[in-house]
């Protein structure tokens, strides 16, 4: 089993900046990408922005958020950064951080946090 443990979520001004981080441990696992999708109650999860834990280090990141979202990988901790700036009253969300993951050898599959939550309000 592996477990995805996020924090840095809170209440934020507009403009302002808030920054996540998603850990993720266990036993005998190897990470193939890592990142996070942000939900909204009555709407469907969506992709924010991914990474490669492979030595290419490429991104997928959203057009919304593409500018003030950036995303960092510390490979030898297995963790996650998304800095967030510029924060905008729609980014208010729940943020899923999600990883791929193959556990003991076996095929990889999808891994998610247990979601923290970032308001922007003034």
């Known amino acids: 089993q592996v477990q995805l443990v996020e924090s840095g979520g809170g209440l934020v001004q507009p403009g302002g900046s808030l920054r996540l981080s998603c850990a993720a441990s266990g036993s005998d696992f190897r990470l193939f990408n890592m990142g996070w999708y942000r939900q909204v109650p009555g709407k469907q999860r969506e992709l924010v922005v991914i990474?490669?834990?492979?030595?290419?280090?490429?991104?997928t990141t959203a057009a919304s958020v593409k500018g003030r979202f950036t995303i960092s990988l510390d490979a030898a901790k297995n963790t996650v950064y998304l800095q967030m700036n510029r924060l905008r009253p729609e980014d208010t969300a729940v943020y899923y951080c999600?990883?791929?993951?193959?556990?003991?050898?076996?095929?990889?599959?999808?891994?998610w946090g247990q979601g923290t939550q970032v308001t922007v309000s003034s």
């Open positions: 999600t990883a791929l993951v193959s556990v003991a050898g076996a095929s990889a599959g999808d891994y």
């Open positions: 990474i490669s834990t492979g030595g290419s280090g490429s991104t």
